[in-house]
């Protein structure tokens, strides 16, 4: 989807998911990946209580020790292996949508803690794809901030949203399209011959 998009003339790609409990899985990536323990990347997602929470947190830390997920990151294979033993496949094809738009030089906004987790999965098997990513904005999920931090991305944005369909990156592509207008349209010093006035 992502090369048709680009050879069609998208010259820019945005992210996004429609799913039900896809935060616990992204909360199992997010963990995985960064190493971070599962009770600080696990949110509430749609509005649990505190009892489902802390069940969710259990499901998320029974999953980390089923299939041993640690340091997953140290090679593709081992990413691959956590994708498949604790991701959606949302979680694949936002991955593949990433890796293929970094193929392609053009550049991706991520929206939220799905496309987060995603993210790490691509950039486990390609470093270079988050030269190409652009963090929309932070959701309130946790495990969301814990991503881009790993990832090394700024959000543009933090209006502490809980809900994907790529809502959030959506919402930074004006800022992001005004961004590039004024570093390719703006006169700087010198071309505006500033630089050499007389003082």
Do not use: W
């Not at 998911?17 to 935060?23: P, Q, R, Y």
């Not at 293929?100 to 950039?123: H, K, Q, T």
């Not at 309130?140 to 790529?166: Q, T």
Request: hydrophobic share 50%; with cysteine.
């Amino acid at each position: 989807m992502a090369r048709d998009l680009v050879d069609s003339g998208a010259r820019c790609l945005i992210t996004g998911d429609m799913g039900i409990a896809n935060t616990t899985a992204s909360a199992a990536l997010v963990s995985a990946f960064t190493g971070r323990d599962p009770a600080e990347v696990t949110g509430r997602g749609t509005g649990i209580d505190d009892e489902t929470y802390e069940l969710k947190v259990g499901i998320v830390r029974q999953a980390m020790r089923s299939h041993a997920l640690a340091d997953v990151a140290s090679s593709p294979s081992e990413a691959l292996r956590a994708l498949a033993a604790v991701g959606g496949f949302e979680h694949a094809a936002i991955a593949g949508f990433i890796l293929a738009g970094a193929a392609a030089r053009v550049p991706v906004i991520l929206d939220g803690v799905i496309s987060g987790a995603a993210a790490l999965v691509a950039a486990a098997l390609d470093l270079a794809v988050t030269d190409h990513c652009v963090a929309g904005h932070r959701s309130a999920e946790p495990g969301h901030g814990a991503a881009l931090d790993h990832l090394g991305l700024r959000p543009i944005m933090d209006l502490e949203l809980r809900l994907g369909e790529g809502t959030g990156g959506l919402l930074a592509l004006p800022t992001v399209c005004a961004a590039v207008r004024v570093l390719h349209e703006v006169a700087t010093f010198d071309s505006a011959g500033v630089t050499e006035k007389p003082v």
